[in-house]
């Protein structure tokens, strides 16, 4: 597997399984992800592309092998000391609460560390969310309930964010725009591990691919090779 | 014109009052209940022994140390909630994954436990806690004790307190986000398995609160808890499960449904509450502030 990774990653994940209850979901996954870079895990359905988000976060049921945030080991740790060391994670189901207002709903994450954009920030990138910040938070439509996933863990100052199909049953127009705004989120140097089902709309985005199949992360493709690798990508997500 | 339908108003405003007053017991205590149900997804069945705890230990305090009711009334609270921390890291964690049934099973066999080396120690008859507020005011149609009418107040605002803190703050928020989908908050690096062990000690503390707040009217005994702790479970189960304002409304309410109904038909005095949830349970399932889940 070619690897054009920088010497220091962010975050290196070796060996990685994971279980839920009996059955056996990840079988070994290994990768990397530089400071600053905006990479994707492609794969069709049921491969282990968010039970990898999880596992990173430390929310699954078991896991073992190793996964190494700025150096230091992650696995064994609960995902409360995880989301402290600046790992934010956005869930595929989005987990707004209904609860909660808008407002709580964004400031709910504590901050984790220095550095983070400020509320004010967040409001400018997403004006929808300033208007209906007193609204009950599951009364915002499918793309402001995503834009509130996105926006309340850009406060905290994490530098990794994990964002889990963001653009999953979203008008094209709403797409287009989260994927200005990740565009935007990787100029202000947040590293981003994207899982994608939409190809195109990852090609757009990302530095590099890793493509995960039965488990495992099977190859890997920069973002200058897309075109060359059109067919055998097309033969990896069966499309 | 003094009586409508031949029920004198003086008897009317009287039970009234105090069926406000049992409200006051009600409603703190089934507050902690729909709380530490919320977060826990535990039924307290040690709730009604936690609360006799409260007395005694207002009254082993006043007794034994000689501090006063005023002191007591927030170091009681403070050391069965701390009583209660410790129940909840040594023995209710340990069951969260299992059925509903083993919360039971735990928190009720714990309540006999506490209750029956109380009795043993102190037996059953009940020792009396004197009044800290002496006096009371002539309301026309019935003399209220000063003490009564503190007892009210203060509950109100200890209700009003914790609502205020779980709806409109951010450790709130932290809460109620919790009570929803832990496993993403915990994901956003809060510490909930420290938050549950926090809100289980703040329930106790509450159900400890509203004993000592008991002691100068009840006699303190073993069993105080046993028969009040029967309605809580119905108030909560009327005002539904986990609802903060449901129970504090409900809690009022009841106790004014009852002080009624021992004016117009004292028999049933005692059964109407368990009447009122028959019919809730019938129309609305979740009770009255409840959402289905």
Known sequence: MADATTKDPLLKVEELQAWYGESHILHGVGFEIGRGELVTLLGRNGVGKTTTLRSIMGIVGKRSGSVRFEGQETVGRPSNIIARLGIAYCPEERGIFSSLNVEENLMLPPAVKPGGMSVEEIYTLFPNLKERRRSQGTKLSGGEQQMLAIGRILRTGANLLMLDEPTEGLAPVIVQRIGEIIRQLKQRGFTILLVEQNFHFAATVADRHYVMEDGRVVDMIVAADVEKNVGKLQAYLGV | ?293
């Open chain 2, 1 to 293: 014109m003094l009586d409508i339908f031949s029920i004198p108003l003086p008897a009317l405003f009287g039970q009234l009052l105090l069926g406000l007053i049992n409200g006051a017991f009600y409603a703190m205590l089934s507050l902690g209940l729909a709380v530490i149900f919320g977060m826990l997804n535990v039924i307290n069945f040690t709730h009604g022994a936690q609360y006799m705890l409260g007395a005694f230990a207002a009254w082993l305090l006043l007794t034994n140390l000689s501090i006063p009711f005023w002191a007591s009334l927030v170091l009681a609270p403070l050391i069965v909630g701390l009583f209660g921390v410790l129940i909840e890291r040594l023995l209710l964690k340990r069951i969260y994954h299992l059925d509903h049934l083993y919360g039971f099973l735990l928190t009720f066999g714990l309540s006999l436990v506490i209750e029956g080396l109380f009795q043993w120690k102190w037996g059953s008859s009940g020792a009396p806690y004197p009044s800290p507020i002496a006096g009371g005011y002539n309301l026309g149609f019935m003399f209220l004790p000063a003490y009564r009418g503190f007892v009210v107040l203060a509950a109100l605002v200890v209700c009003l307190a914790t609502w205020y803190g779980i709806e409109r703050t951010r450790l709130g928020a932290y809460l109620r986000a919790a009570t929803e989908n832990p496993t993403l908050v915990q994901a956003f690096g809060i510490n909930v398995p420290r938050l549950i062990t926090l809100t289980y000690g703040l329930g106790v503390g509450l159900a400890a609160l509203a004993g000592v707040l008991a002691a100068p009217i009840q006699q303190v005994s073993a069993l105080m808890g046993t028969n009040l702790v029967l309605v809580v479970f119905a108030v909560v189960v009327i005002g539904g499960m986990g609802s903060i304002m449901g129970s504090i409304v409900t809690g009022f309410g009841l106790g004014l449904i009852e002080g009624f109904t021992k004016v117009v038909y004292p028999p049933a005095s005692n059964t109407v509450i368990f009447v009122v949830m028959a019919i809730v349970l019938l129309v609305k399932p979740a009770g009255l502030f409840g959402q289905t889940k």
